[in-house]
């Protein structure tokens, strides 16, 4: 699959959302991070900011929802306009049924785990899932380093991925850039969350075509003729 770019609205300038929006237009998706102060420590914005959004963008949104009980408020992200909703397995009461209500409500499902947490004893859930996230910080704050040692992580997930034959996509979320996103690519993610390397660019949009064509080299070199 091709390497889909998702700028994070986390390190925009939230009063001017609108513009900033468009200024990534180009863009696979919008990434919308949903913080409650509770799951994690910050507070960002809520399902009426993603309706106003979606009216100023024609950019898919990706909502990552860093909020507890997402069971009870995921639906409402999906009603307001987000064309993926991301919820954590560490949040989850019923991850199964939430990834079917939100798959029923039209929106793609799609499940994040944080660092400490393994990916093997979510396997059997996979095939419920359009995409699995993988945090390489700690959710709760943009402009962090990216951790390194979530690479083999990434490769045990894209093999578990591809042994079970599934189309869904991985996508990686916490400092993603330049010099970070190859590696990414190398080990199997194809969709990749970047937030102060898009927006803290000069051009935000050339930015996004950059980081692009940087994870698809890297993708394609690693694939090779498979991919």
Sequence with gaps: ???QI???ILSADFARLAQEARAVEGADWLH???MDNHFVPNLTL???VVEALRKATDTPLDCHLMIEEPDRWAPQYVEAGAGSVTFHAEAAAAP??????IRAQGARASMALKPATPIEPYEDLLPELDMLLVMTVEPGFGGQAFLDIMLPKIRRTRQLIDKHGLQMWLQVDGGVSASTIERCAEAG??????GSA???ADDPAAAVRGLRQQAESAGAAHHGCAG
């Design 1 to 3: 699959m091709a390497a």
């Design 6 to 8: 998702n700028p994070s």
């Design 32 to 34: 919308v991070d949903v």
């Design 46 to 48: 809520g399902a009426p």
């Design 96 to 101: 199964v049924r939430l990834a079917r209500e």
């Design 189 to 194: 993610a194809d969709v990749f969350v970047a």
């Design 198 to 200: 898009v927006y803290g």
